[in-house]
């Protein structure tokens, strides 16, 4: 079994890792979770917590309320007592409280008022008749004063004692004479402060978990069931502070809460109950949930490590091997790489694979074709110096051709046409010669010079006589196609130098006929009235090789390449190949502004085999 | 809960009425954030329940123009006639509740509803289990609305029984402070009037406009109850707060008789009281009559509460010293108005509070008339 096939039967999917990641993940949410539970839990506590305090509080309420309405009753049933309504409507207060006391002492048994006064309807007497559990003796007068409204049945009143003030409920109810006339009323209602009748109904019945409760007027807790140096008493102290919130003491684990006890029909609202929590339970809940959390936290993050890390070393490891053999993907040893566990890797390193196989097979193929480009382009450029030396040869050829169709020309026509012009004259010249045989041999004479103008404009344009024996310059200056400029109205500047260095026939040729070839074109294509034709010779010393500049320049709206080259012969690339051949440098510039000019630059050196510049080769 | 002014007749009277109508302005202003604070824990003020429920606060003000607008005919299709029954102590020299069933009837034709009206007035010193034989009645004829009225606990414990039912639905006339007992159910409407607003706007206007100001002050009561707790006890608290004595109190049968008697033992005692205050129309009727008797007409004053026709009418005579008039008709108008909306699928406020003016023997026969036909603008004069 090769690696390779080992790393097959091995192979873990990136999505398997991925899974592990996800369950790894998954984990770290259950103790997240479990956290949240947790934090859940401890809010379901609190409110559990804030619902005992809640029930508390409804259960004193009502306990209130129930002692409140017993308190209302008995002493309205008090107040319709017959012997006090069958008193006289004009009875005073003491007159009342006879009957009163009597009534009293008769039902001290169903009585659960502490204390019972008698007051005027106008509230300004009043008569202390009954009390119980208050040792200070009671202030009607001030108690009564507290009645401030008649809207409400029940009130909160302080009652001035001489350790601290006492507070009470107070309510009344009016002993209605048989008239309907209110004779008094009757005053009654229990001592808050130190009652532990109502605390200790509150403690029978109140949630389970309750540790403590107690009854506060503002800032100040008047009846408890917490001894005074407890850490419940504390607990009391704090949540008097700060109403309807919830308060933990740490140091027994108690919440205390405080509400606003309501006495029914009134509208004081500055009793408060506080209830005190005690919530063991939720202790061992926190640990054991923080331990738990902890446990699952922990495991996932190790486990997370190891998965994290073996992902990173089997996803690194052929990264590595893969950059190692970038490096050295010419050595070929592709092949040898091993991709890992990874079933991507290994799918990765297949495709890698089969693109390099791709790239040198695609190398190998622009190899070969490079190659056959080279050797075509040798091919081509045989070709073309072949080309430019037949067209060289054909140069020469089309010269020589030229040469002896001008000689033969010369000869053979240019003499019979001397001959008949002399005939011609000797019958003018003839004094027998009658006049109309005088007019044939005028017009025979002038068709013969006319001919032989042609025939020695042909032979010129053919092979250039004075080329041969006066030279270039004399050549350019008896060109034919001077006198066709001349006939079309274009004017012609010619400069030329006095003398020129010796040329060799083949460059007085080639130059004879670029000039010739440039002139044909300006009288072809330039449209222009002006042309410059300009030989100088530019020499810095007598050591120095001089350079010969040929321009031919016309004002002309220039001419199209394609013009150029149906202009005759060989056109433009005829006139290149010319200057290639005297390995001289050739410009054309043209516009429609400027006309064209062409400049023909030739180094004369002694040896003909030394160039200026190199001249692009024109395509033939 | 809106308060109105005397309408004016020339140039001195619309100064009065001016001075009128920014003292009752001025009363409402003074009077509104103190009361929501001085009502019993068994109730639910009106501010305590718009606090609590802030959309009732809009849904009243469009339904007290609803009310003071024209009837718009109903356009849900009606399916059958709505039977509707009224258990109230009508039978009572006020023409309070009489007035209220005059324009409840009128509004329901002009809202053009198909009704079978059940109409059960009592007199006001019916015992707790004649009213209820009497709702038994009004309610063998299984009625989709019961209008009744509460003033005493043995009332509630029998409404209660009739919300815990639900069918009929219950509307509440001349209470405007739900039951806090009730939460959960409610009636669909409490229609009436702020006692304790109004009791408290007699009590300012007696101290702050009377020449010959209250010393020490005569009550009479009605029975024992929630009418005669709001607006006795509102009235005593706010003279109280005035250094004003209260000389004496009476409770009675809520009738005529019974405060004439009342009335009569106050003004033979040796502390005689400079004004009564009568909890209620046919209390006040009674007082005039003692006081007349006595020749004290004039020397002794008395209020009205509510301002129905024999109100007004000892007002012209000037023996009444001051009355708080309700817009009488609005109340009937309201209960006719909330059976459309809830007819109509349409939301009806828990109370609708109705409007106040003080009227005192100063105002002009005009302005008295023109506040009358404001008030009795379907029960007509």
Known sequence: ???????????????????????????????????????????????????????????????????????????????????????????????????????????????????????????????????????????????????????????????????????????????????????????????????????????????????????????????????????????????????????????????????????????????????????????????????????????????????????????????????????????????AFNPGSITEFKQLSQEVANILTDLKNTEQQLRDNSYLLAQSHREQKALNSRNRKLLHQLFNLQEQERKHLAQELHDQLGQPLAVINTDAYLIKVDSTASDKIISFSESIQRNVNEMSDVVYRRISSLRPMPLNDLGLLEAVRHMPALDNLKQLNIGLEIDLPPTLPTLTEQQQIHLFRIIQESLTNIIKHSQADQAWLRIQLHQTDFQSPATLVLEIRDNGIGCSSSALEQSGGFGINGMIERVNSMKGSWSLTQNRAAGTCIRVRLLLTDSDNETISQVPSAPL | MDSISAPSSGQYVERRSSRLQWLLLLVGVILAPALSAHVGSDYITLEQNTNTHPEQASLMRSFNAQVKAPAKPISTPQHKTIKIAAVYPGLQQSDYWRRNIQAFSLRLEKLNLDYQFDDHPLPVTTSLEQRQQAIDIALAKDPDYLILTLDDTGQQRLIEKLLARQRPKIILLNITTPLKAWASQQPLIYVGVDHIKGSQMLAEHLFQQTPNKPTNIGVLYRQPGYVSRMRGGAFIDAMQQHGVRLNSAYYTQADSPSAYRATLAMLQSDNRPDFIYACSTDLALGAIQAIAEQGLTGIIGVNGWGGGSAELDAIQKQLLAITVMRMNDDTGIAIAEAIRNDLSRQPVPQIYSGRFAIVTPQLSSEQIQQLSSEAFRYSGP
Not at chain 1, 181 to 209: C, P, R
Not at chain 1, 304 to 323: C, E, N, V, Y
């Open chain 1, 1 to 335: 079994m090769t690696a390779a096939q080992r790393s097959t039967t091995r192979s873990i999917s990136l999505y398997t890792l991925l899974g592990s990641a996800i369950l790894i993940a998954f984990s770290i949410v259950i103790a997240a979770n479990l956290w949240g539970q947790y934090r859940l839990t401890n809010q379901l506590i609190n409110k559990e917590i804030t619902n005992s305090v809640r029930q508390n509080h409804a259960l004193i309420q009502s306990v209130l309320n129930g002692q409140l309405k017993l308190l209302g009753s008995q002493l309205q049933m008090l107040s319709q007592q017959e012997e006090l309504t069958s008193l006289d409507p004009d009875s005073q207060l003491h007159q009342i409280e006879v009957p009163l006391k009597a009534l009293i002492g008769r039902q001290k048994q169903a009585n659960s008022n502490d204390f019972i006064m008698l007051g005027s309807p106008d509230g300004q007497l009043c008569r202390n008749s009954y009390q119980i559990f208050i040792t200070e003796a009671l202030n009607c007068n001030a108690l009564i004063a507290q009645f401030d409204s008649n809207l409400y049945n029940w009130h909160l009143a302080k009652l001035e004692a001489t350790d601290s003030p006492i507070l009470t409920t107070l309510t009344r109810t009016p002993i209605v004479a048989q008239n309907g006339k209110v004779l008094a009323y009757l005053y009654g209602g229990i001592v808050l402060t130190g009652n532990f009748s109502v605390i200790n109904q509150v403690i029978s019945t109140a949630a389970k978990q309750t540790s403590a409760v107690g009854i506060a007027y503002r800032d100040q807790i008047i009846a408890t069931s917490a001894p005074k140096d407890s850490t419940e008493f504390d607990a009391l102290q704090q949540a008097i502070s700060t109403p309807d919130r919830l308060m933990h003491t740490l140091k027994e684990n108690l919440y205390s809460m405080s509400h606003r006890v309501q006495l029914e029909n009134s509208q004081n609202y500055d009793v408060r109950l506080i209830s005190v929590i005690r919530t063991d339970g939720r202790t061992e809940l926190q640990q054991g949930m923080i331990q738990q959390t902890s446990g699952i936290l922990i495991l996932a993050i190790f486990l997370a490590t190891l998965i994290i890390s073996l992902t990173l070393k089997l996803s690194l490891t052929p990264l590595g091997r893969l950059r190692n053999l970038a490096k050295q993907r010419h050595s070929g040893s592709f092949k």
